[in-house]
């Protein structure tokens, strides 16, 4: 304990050191080049550029002797050994297991849950398999063409973002998916304008299977399909629904045959659950193979994370300088800028991911933190930001942290002269990238001679960034990507002591809105409302009258 508290001062006095020093005093010192080249990671195919941070090899140094007195590497290995690290809800954290590969050999203690995965995951390839050779056809009949994929957070965030960015990245589609989450119907009302409803099936995606959000969606979907189709809902749920949950129990109430249903365990979160049958309409749209692709640039970068050491270990990288920036050098939001219009998806992803994880105060243990925890995720295609808030970036008040995302190489199926055009955009968007990063750190300076400081315009600069580059974008590097950025979110908890793998925080906003929306269907009155379950503040009673 005495040495972990010598440790953190250090660091602040470290960090009070470099405040004082700007990243263009860092970056075009004497010793610029060696540091450059001491402050480059690898793995793999993955590239990760972290010597635009304002931090010298001695903070680094520091970082991971308190990463080391944090537990990282042994709660790491009490992350993949099966301990119940989700101690609030007294279960492991067994995301990973979704992704072992089938037939390795595992440790006895998550051996059951590796199993159970597998098990699924056949099943889900058998089902697949099924709707992509019209075995299962819908309930007149005909062949699938269309999926609907209905979830929330977790259940729809992350088969989004993979199959958003492979379908763009060049994968066959086999089967065109749709996906529906706002509990408006917003984005249900112009699918059941255009689809089909004899070709269309709904895969129901929720751990709990109980998320209002899902099943008010659920409910309107079948509607339209029974009044489309003269078909009953209870007849419809048999036929042309998919269930994929923790709860089988629920699913069968519902009324999805067990045939239809596919199982994921208690122990992967919602936030970590794209490996398991949650992925089911990635590999409806993009094949199986492409699914299981994913699963091993994930399991890849697990491997990693277990076994290179500390000083090389991208993970450990990512989590102890996010920390450095949030803790010690106080900035309060982080980028994530990927320049490529395929990761789209990723800056949503990234904000449930990191704070749903981290975004707590409360250490495991019931203790107040006594330092701030995640810090604020935002962003955007880095292209359209750059026509957007870089302005504030750039010349505003606010200090940030970023990462860029960057992608080498760029493989398409068009034809030599549309690919010769798109082969120039890939290099205009690495050029814009990698200005950016520059600008970022070094503001005015970035330009010989100085020029722009002298006039009022002055670009801050000293907004440290990491610049990730993946050589191409494919199924494999996209799994290893969102892999690194959950053991990034596991690393930081350490750092901080708190619980990554719960989400209390979310629990209240359903209570409160599930008793305003029994006065708004007119099932109570809002005085009995206001006097039992929600204080009667003059703003909420206006509001809702
Ligand atoms: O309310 C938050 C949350 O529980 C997330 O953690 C989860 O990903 C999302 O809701 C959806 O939950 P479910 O998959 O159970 O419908």
Redesign the pocket.
């Known amino acids: 304990m005495h040495k972990l508290y010598a440790t953190n001062r250090q660091l602040e006095l470290q960090a009070q050191n470099l405040r004082r020093q700007t990243l263009s005093e860092l970056l075009c010192g004497a010793d610029k080049s060696v540091r450059a080249e001491r402050l480059q990671f690898y793995f793999d195919s993955i590239h990760l550029d972290a010597s635009k941070q304002r931090l010298t090899e001695e903070t680094l140094e520091l970082l991971l002797e308190w990463a080391l007195q944090c537990g990282v590497e042994k709660q790491r290995d009490d992350l993949f050994g099966g301990k119940a690290l989700n101690t609030s809800e007294n279960r492991a954290a067994l995301h990973f297991s979704a992704r072992w590969p089938i037939n390795a050999s595992a440790p006895q203690s998550i051996f059951g849950t590796v199993k159970f995965c597998a098990e699924q995951r056949q099943k889900m390839a058998h089902l697949v398999q099924q709707i992509h050779s019209g075995k299962w056809r819908g309930v007149t009949g005909e062949p699938i063409t269309d999926i609907v994929h209905i979830?929330?957070?977790?259940?729809d965030l992350g088969p989004k973002l993979v199959s958003e960015t492979l379908g763009d990245a060049g994968e066959r589609r086999i089967t065109s998916a749709h996906y529906v989450s706002t509990m408006d119907g917003s984005q249900l009302l112009p699918l059941m304008q255009t689809l089909n409803p004899a070709t269309t099936l709904l895969v129901l995606?929720?751990?709990?299977?109980?998320?209002v959000d899902?099943q008010f969606n659920v409910r309107t979907a079948l509607a339209w399909l029974s009044e489309q189709l003269s078909i009953s809902t209870e007849e419809l749920r048999k036929h042309q629904v998919l269930g994929v949950s923790a709860r089988p129990e629920r699913m069968d109430a519902f009324g999805i045959p067990e045939s239809h249903q596919l199982q994921f365990p208690e122990t992967i979160?919602?936030?970590f659950s794209v490996w398991s049958a949650i992925g089911v309409s990635v590999a409806l749209e993009l094949g199986m193979e492409t699914f299981e692709t994913l699963l091993s640039g994930a399991h890849a970068m697990d491997q990693h994370f277990q076994k290179a050491p500390s000083a090389q270990n991208l993970p450990i990288l990512l989590g102890i300088i996010g920390a450095w920036n949030t803790q010690f050098l106080k900035i309060p939001t982080h980028l994530v800028l990927p320049y490529d219009g395929r990761l789209n998806k990723l800056p949503p992803y990234l904000q449930?991911l990191e704070m749903?994880s981290n975004g707590k105060t409360v250490r495991a243990g019931s203790s107040q933190a006594s330092q701030v925890t995640c810090p604020i995720i935002w962003g955007d295609i880095g292209p359209n930001a750059q026509h957007a808030f870089y302005q504030l970036v750039h010349q505003g008040s606010h200090e940030v942290s970023a990462d860029f995302i960057a992608v080498a190489k760029r493989t398409t199926n068009a034809s030599c002269s549309v690919s010769e055009h798109l082969v120039a955009q890939t290099k205009l968007t690495l050029a814009n990238c990698i200005a950016q990063s520059q600008l970022f750190a070094l503001g005015d300076d970035a330009i010989t001679g100085n020029l722009a400081a002298t006039t009022d315009k002055g670009y801050r600069g000293n907004q440290p960034n990491t610049v990730i580059i993946l050589e191409t974008l494919d199924a494999w590097s996209l799994g290893a990507l969102l892999a690194l950025y959950e053991h990034k979110v596991f690393v930081q908890s350490i750092l901080w002591g708190i619980n990554p793998f719960d989400?209390p925080g979310?629990e209240l906003g359903?209570k409160l809105s599930t008793s305003l929306y029994q006065v708004f269907s007119g099932n109570r009155t809002a005085s009995e409302v206001f006097s039992g379950d929600l204080v009667d503040d003059s703003s909420t009673r206006l509001l809702v009258e």
């Open positions: 979830g929330v957070g977790g259940s995606a929720s751990k709990s299977f109980s998320t899902t979160g919602g936030r449930q749903e989400q979310v359903k």
